[in-house]
Every structure is written in structure tokens, then in C-alpha cells.
């Protein structure tokens, strides 16, 4: 008897009655890939990745969508188009349906989009940990630009001489965004419009001057500062790191070091992947997962 071929899978833009399916898939997929390599999972609970995807599916600024197979949903995929550069994630596929291409399908769908609208380049930061995504990315034209350390715990230095961190205000962004273009080349004015409007941005001021900020320090925040000491002033000042840490880029040696000499410790390694523009940051900074 000849093999059966596998299902067909399409894939089409979320809905909002996609939500459910997909955060228990997210929260499946991440729990299983953790386990199995004994890394606590990015997603606690299905709560969690349901409000999530509930966020994105339901944002301006975001392109989701969702793979189906024999009328089930079998995985989803987000793109974050709020700025020059796109990124992507978090793509899960539901475990029993994983290694049969739905991954790929997921990730083109969204590459064919953000090539149209962000012909710059898109990135997105992955668990180094997991062969499977990273021979996809790699496969797929990503080149790992950074190696990353996710840490977590709270800080034992509570500021640092010479920084004041206070919160981000409405007047703050044009600093802030001209910050980021001479670091990163580009700037990510409407996240961080939207986190100085939810009141999670801050920024640390050096000598009067805005020398660095961050949309939140969580792992769903970035931070860009013109120094080391602007980015120790901005994590020190944190109670708490949202989700499962901050990613700290690991060759920036002297920052993890004061991360672990403050009582931080490393979650689990990841990557940040690139495809288009990107040129090595002319300062410090801690990408979001997103990038
Ligand atoms: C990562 C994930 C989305 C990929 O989806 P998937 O449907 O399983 O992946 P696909 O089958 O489309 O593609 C996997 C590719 O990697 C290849 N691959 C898998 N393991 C490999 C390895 N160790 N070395 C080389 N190639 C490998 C497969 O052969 C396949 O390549 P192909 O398309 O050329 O045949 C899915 O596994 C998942 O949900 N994982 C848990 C959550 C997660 O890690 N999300 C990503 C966060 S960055």
C-alpha cells in the first residue's frame, strides 16, 4: 500500500474566533519543546498565550495568521509591522502536526508579506536550544546576527550614580527616537508611542540629557541607550522583568556580567535572526522577542 499523503494545510488571516484554538496551541507547542529539553516554558499557562494572541490578533500594526488542516486550525503566525523592520513571531504549530511543513507555510506567508511592506528586512529572535527552528530560519534565508541571553531575577543595585530613570512622557519620544537611529539606523516610534501611552516606557537621563530608554523591561520590550551604564540604570530600576526575562546580547560581556553580579540569572540562550538591512548597533540595547 502507497503512504498517505499528508493533509492539505492552508493558511489565511486570524480572526478573532481563532483566538481560543490558537493560545491553546502556543501554549502546547512551547510547553512541549521546553520540557523536552528541561527549559522552563516562555508561555506559563494557556491564559497566558490566549491573551497574548488575543493582543495581536486584535492590533494595529499586526498581520496574524493561522494554518488549517482538514478544517482544524493547526498553528498560527504574527507579524509585528510597526516599524521599518518587520518582525516575527511567536509561530507555534501544534505538536502533533509539527515536522510536516506547516511551519514553513506559516513563515511564508508572513516573509511574502513583509517583503511588499517592509522590503527593509525582518527579524525575529529564536530559542537557541531548538534545532528545528533554527535549520527553518536558516533554511528560510535568516542569518543569526546575535546571540542572546534571556536573564531574570531582580536586581540588587537598585540605581546607578549619575542616572536618573524616570518614566517616558509624549515629549520624550522624538529624543528617544533619535537615539535609536544612531544606534540601530532606524527608529520604532509607534511601539514605543504605545508603551509611553500604557505607561511602561522610562527613560534614564545622564547629566540632563535622554541618554536611554526602554518600552518596558520585560521580554516583550527594547531598550536602546547610548551606554552600558544608561542600560544598567534602566534594568536596575526595574522591580520585576515581565515574562520570562530580558535578552541581554551575550557579547556585550560587560552587561551580562553586571546582570550576574547583581543576582540576574540565564533563563535559556536564544538568537536573533535577520534577513535585509542590519548593521551591527552603535551602542547598547536589549531586543524584544520580537527583535
Ligand atoms: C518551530 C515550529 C513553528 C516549526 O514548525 P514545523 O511545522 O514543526 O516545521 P516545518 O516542518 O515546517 O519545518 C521544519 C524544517 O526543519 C527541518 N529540521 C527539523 N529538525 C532539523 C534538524 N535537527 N536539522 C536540520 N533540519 C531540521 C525539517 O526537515 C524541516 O525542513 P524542510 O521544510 O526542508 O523539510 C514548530 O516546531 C513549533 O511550534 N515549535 C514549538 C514552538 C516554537 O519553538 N516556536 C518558535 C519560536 S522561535
Not at 499523503?5 to 496551541?25: H, L
Not at 502536526?97 to 529564536?126: I, T, Y
Not at 527553518?136 to 531574570?152: A, H, I, N
Not at 542616572?163 to 527616537?177: F, I, M, S, T, Y
Request: net charge negative.
Amino acid at each position: 500500500m502507497s503512504p498517505q499523503p499528508n493533509p492539505e494545510v492552508t493558511v489565511r488571516a486570524a480572526t478573532p474566533d481563532d483566538i481560543s484554538a490558537c493560545g491553546q496551541i502556543c501554549y502546547e507547542a512551547f510547553s512541549k519543546l521546553s520540557a523536552k529539553h528541561s527549559f522552563p516554558s516562555d508561555v506559563p499557562d494557556v491564559q497566558t498565550a490566549t491573551n497574548i494572541l488575543s493582543t495581536l490578533f486584535s492590533s494595529p500594526g499586526f498581520y496574524c495568521v493561522v494554518a488549517e488542516s482538514e478544517g482544524r486550525i493547526v498553528g498560527s503566525n504574527c507579524l509585528d509591522e510597526r516599524s521599518l523592520i518587520a518582525g516575527i513571531g511567536p509561530i507555534t504549530v501544534d505538536p502533533d502536526a509539527q515536522n510536516l511543513g506547516v511551519g514553513r507555510k506559516l513563515m511564508k506567508m508572513v516573509m511574502d508579506r513583509a517583503q511588499e511592506e517592509h522590503p527593509a528586512g525582518m527579524r525575529l529572535v529564536q530559542a537557541a536550544y531548538h534545532s528545528r527552528s533554527l535549520s527553518l530560519y536558516t533554511t528560510l534565508g535568516f542569518d543569526v546576527r546575535e546571540p542572546l541571553s534571556c536573564v531574570q531575577g531582580r536586581p540588587r543595585d537598585r540605581n546607578v550614580p549619575g542616572c536618573v530613570v524616570r518614566p517616558a512622557q509624549p515629549g520624550d519620544l522624538e529624543a528617544c527616537n533619535a537615539l535609536s537611529r544612531r544606534v540601530h539606523g532606524f527608529d520604532r516610534s509607534t511601539e514605543l508611542a504605545d508603551s509611553i501611552h500604557k505607561k511602561t516606557a522610562c527613560v534614564v537621563e545622564r547629566a540632563g540629557r535622554v541618554t536611554g530608554y526602554a518600552t518596558v523591561l520585560a521580554f516583550f520590550g527594547h531598550a536602546t541607550a547610548e551606554s552600558n551604564l544608561d542600560l544598567q540604570a534602566l534594568i536596575a530600576s526595574a522591580e520585576s522583568f515581565g515574562g520570562p526575562g530580558i535578552l541581554v546580547p551575550s557579547r556585550n560581556s560587560a552587561l551580562l556580567r553586571y546582570c550576574l553580579a547583581n543576582g540576574l540569572q540565564v533563563v535559556q540562550p536564544m538568537n536573533l535572526m535577520s534577513i535585509g538591512f542590519y548593521n551591527e548597533p552603535a551602542g547598547a540595547w536589549l531586543p524584544s522577542v520580537s527583535f
